[in-house]
């Protein structure tokens, strides 16, 4: 008899456990009208610094709810991210901050890792982003798993006085083609090389140029894009850039920036937040810098692309998940919050109703007198939406060792991306 009751006893507790395990697993949700408690927020640089910069006024909307934000190096937070997440929430925070191009890697891993905001009302702000922006946070159910920070829609970055000194009108650059003619004329009148590309490391240039023909690496229903067409010729464009000497390989971050500092090219195709480094980089070269759209394949053709970007995700292992959705939807949906980054960081906002902000339609002073942030406003909304997947870094990069072999290797771009795009199927095989 006492075995027996010793027995139910265990049953007893291991049923308890695993109830225990469950509550941990899934969090709790908390009053979503009158939010309170303690949160904690991870976040990565200037990302951090901005959120920290946002708790103040969040908590005079909700002064019962404790805001504390982390900041880690970005790879190490993925890392505790995916640790966490594999031990079904252990040691994860309320709110975290991850780049677009990761998300659909971690839904696809852990498809009930997070919170789906749209069933707390966020879906109520889904014209309040542009559609590519939109797209890239929600699952392929079409759940809204993350809310909208930070866009990076590219332009073209490039040095006044070397364009001066070449005779070369900016305006008069429209397409790829013109872009390489005019890079000739300044290497000769300035021996600056064009554009910096980590060629071995860093395929940038080349998915810009697939995603302003409206492709990426997958198109919507998960088939490899690398031997179509626009692959092909945007290839071939950075290759001719490359044999013409325009090409100036650069090595990891610090070393486009120094490029850019020192004059050795004179132009940086990148997203729009790169003129915060810029500036904070090259001060004494105030007034030589200036910004052009993208050219594109044909005079008419789209010139738009978006180079970074990233979101907030509620972990669903979240102690207060009521808590968690009202910072990420006050620091997303609110005006001065979303404002706070770019005034401090040149962190360009996803809201667009922050584009009617008149930092937006100022000139400035560092780049030529140009309202710089107002031409990109201006056309965020045509940035062409693209698919995101899992398989987004595998493409990546696979296509960075397919560049470095084209490029340094001499390798013909047809074969190369033939090649390219069976390696790719291989690994997503595996």
Known sequence: MKKYLSFIMVLLLLVVSACSNKTDEQGSNGDFDNPSGKITVWGWDVAAETMKLAVENFQKKYPDVEVTVEDFNSSDLYEKLTVGLAARGSGLPDVILMEDERIPGYINQFPEGFMKLNEHGYDQYKDSFNPAKMASVQNKDGDIIAAPWDIGPAV??????FFEKANVDPDSIKTWDDYIEAGKKIKEATGAQLLPIDIAKYDGVFHMMLQQQGLSYFDAEGNINLQSEEAVQAMKAIKKMHEEDLVFNNDGWDGIVTATVNGAVATVPYGIWYAGTIMDQAPDLAGNWDVFYLP??????????NVGGSSLLVPSSSKNQSAAYAFVEYFTTNVDAQLVGFEKFGLFPSLNSTYDSPIFTAESEYFNKSAIFKKVSDIVDQVPEIPLNENFARGSKVMSNTQASILLENK??????????KQLENEIKK
Do not use: P
Request: charged share 35%.
């Open 156 to 161: 073209m970055f490039y040095r006044v006085d």
């Open 296 to 305: 594109s394949f044909k005079e008419e053709g789209i010139r738009y692309a």
């Open 412 to 421: 013909e771009v047809e074969s190369a991306l033939q090649d390219a795009s």
